[in-house]
């Protein structure tokens, strides 16, 4: 598999779990220094720890939560999509740009842009 495919193939998996509310499966996949950020500001969840307790509260927070990918770009060697998430069924979903960088197989960094 190329590195673009692997790289999709890895993300693709990641929103898999994401939206299987799987907070586990979802921050295993992330380097033990990981971390969750606002583009180029504050980091809200850090290290693989931080992203599985931070993941567990907003499933637990929005059971109904989804997101679908409507645009997948590779660019260099990160992953963006433009997601559009749902927190309900009876809430407006909300669109974002995230921004994954990887260390070897693992995500170190998503960024999100709102």
């Not at 994401?18 to 850090?46: I, K, Q």
């Not at 989804?66 to 559009?84: I, M, N, S």
């Amino acid at each position: 598999m190329s590195d673009i495919n692997h790289r999709i193939a890895l993300i693709d998996t990641l929103m898999a779990h994401y939206n299987a509310l799987d907070a586990d499966a979802y921050a295993d996949m992330f380097a033990e220094g990981g971390s969750e950020a606002m583009y180029r500001g504050d980091v809200v969840r850090e290290g693989r720890e931080g992203v599985r307790s931070g993941m567990k509260a907003v499933f637990a927070e929005f059971p109904e939560n989804r997101a679908d990918v409507l645009q997948k770009f590779l660019l260099g060697d990160r992953v963006v999509l433009h997601e559009r998430v749902y927190r309900s069924s009876t809430a407006e979903p909300f669109d974002v740009m995230t921004v994954y960088s990887f260390d070897g197989d693992l995500v170190e960094r998503v960024e999100f842009i709102r």
